[in-house]
């Protein structure tokens, strides 16, 4: 197993979804319910941030390897999935919007797994509509942690963001895009699932 600084910050945001998910599972004397809520969407960030600087130092650095390329996107899943189940688990999200996206992301990773094997992994790599997705994604989930305006040092943040009515459109585009990529995919790999299915 290659250890290089992109993958240590991989293994970082691994290590950040328990502490996202942790904070609420705190004793109530610890933090108050605000303080949960801040303290969840900032190690949310801070977790979103490191999947951008992995790939950025990857590239930079010339340190790509085939198991970063593995481990990135699953602890991308993973830090998405622990942070919806959260928000279900809190009243923030309706579950059949998780299970979209959730169940999107399990089909695009399997449909992927599969044409990697027979060698036509281009054909559903990437594409811009599936990183406005994830933009969405990553703006919406810290807004439905917040849940609020949030107070560092008695100093109101973000005073004229409702966080709760922005994070729920964001999450609502988000599962909208997350379809529409889905087919999208589905409609680059057809062609390959048909006649694979035809040769059987």
């Known amino acids: 197993m290659p250890f290089n600084v992109p993958i240590l910050l991989t293994w970082l945001r691994i290590v950040l979804i328990p502490l996202t998910v942790g904070v609420f599972y705190l004793p109530s004397g610890i933090l108050s319910p605000a303080d949960r809520n801040l303290c969840a969407?900032?190690?949310?960030?801070?977790?979103?941030l490191t999947d951008w600087f992995d790939?950025?130092?990857?590239?930079?650095?010339?340190q790509t390897s085939a198991f970063g390329a593995f481990l990135?996107?699953?602890?991308d899943k993973l830090m998405v999935t622990a942070a919806l189940l959260v928000l279900v688990q809190l009243g923030r999200l309706n579950a059949a919007i998780a299970l979209i996206i959730v169940g999107r992301e399990i089909t695009i990773s399997a449909l992927r797994e599969w044409m990697a094997k027979i060698g036509a992994s281009k054909s559903v790599a990437v594409n811009s509509l599936g990183k406005i997705k994830t933009v969405c994604q990553m703006v919406a989930i810290p807004m439905?942690?917040?849940?609020g305006t949030p107070v560092i040092g008695g100093v109101r943040i973000l005073p004229f963001i409702d966080t709760p009515l922005w994070g729920e459109?964001?999450?609502?585009?988000?599962?909208?895009l997350t379809?529409?990529?889905m087919f999208y995919y589905m409609k680059l790999a057809w062609p390959q699932i048909r006649e694979r299915s035809a040769g059987q």
Do not use: E, M, Q
């Open 179 to 181: 379809i529409w990529s």
């Open 41 to 48: 969407a900032l190690i949310f960030i801070l977790a979103a």
């Open 144 to 147: 439905l942690l917040l849940w």
């Open 169 to 176: 459109w964001l999450i609502y585009l988000a599962a909208l």
């Open 55 to 62: 790939g950025f130092l990857a590239r930079k650095l010339d």
């Open 72 to 75: 990135d996107p699953v602890a």
